[in-house]
């Protein structure tokens, strides 16, 4: 069984995701951030999320897309979420400008069977180090973001000196 198979099972997404890289991929300007991305460049784990960085200027027609794809939206003061009545993904459209530049570094990649632009891992590590450092998030999300820096650096050490000082700390010979 693939990934996509699985993932499709329990999440009855079905074709969710490449519905929305579809739509993503006609607007341009795109990428795939947060913990789905993460899982291109590292050991994936489980994730019920479809995080991604599209330009501000196509929000307006992204919105109206969804619906007509039958996806109910969300407007919310940081991202335009976006869910299935039958589906368990999540799909969220940051409006942090801070995100802006990140489709122009993005790689093609794959994910659950599908190929899309994913925001390059340099990108990722510094959207985590935001996430991690937002002392408005909830604690259970900024501990998903500590594990997720700190499966970037086992996997890719050369990031362990860019890491915040608590999760460097915690790499043998790379504390205080």
């Known amino acids: 069984m693939t990934a996509a198979t699985a993932f499709d099972l329990v999440s009855g997404s079905g074709d969710d995701l490449r519905q929305i890289v579809a739509l993503c991929e ?3 300007d795109y990428c795939l951030i947060g913990g789905l991305a993460i899982n291109c460049h590292v050991e994936p784990v489980y994730t019920m999320d479809a995080d991604f960085a599209l330009a501000m200027s196509h929000l307006t027609v992204a919105r109206r897309r969804l619906r007509e794809l039958g996806f109910s939206v969300e407007d919310q003061p940081h991202s335009l979420n976006a869910l299935r009545a039958d589906s368990q993904l999540r ?3 940051t409006k942090d400008p801070r995100y ?3 489709p122009a570094r993005a790689e093609v990649r794959e994910t659950l069977g599908v190929r899309l632009r ?3 891992l340099p ?4 959207a985590k180090i935001w996430a991690w450092s937002d002392p408005e ?7 998903k973001d500590e594990l997720d820096l700190i499966r970037i650096a086992e996997r890719h050490p050369r990031f362990i000196p860019q ?4 999760i460097r700390a915690q790499f043998p ?3 205080p």
Not at 137 to 143: D, I, M, T, V
């Open 26 to 28: 006609a607007l341009g």
């Open 91 to 93: 799909i969220q459209f």
């Open 100 to 102: 802006a530049a990140f």
């Open 118 to 120: 994913v925001a390059s």
């Open 123 to 126: 990108d990722l590590l510094q």
């Open 137 to 143: 998030r909830r604690l259970s999300k900024r501990k």
């Open 163 to 166: 890491m915040p000082e608590a």
């Open 173 to 175: 010979g790379h504390g």
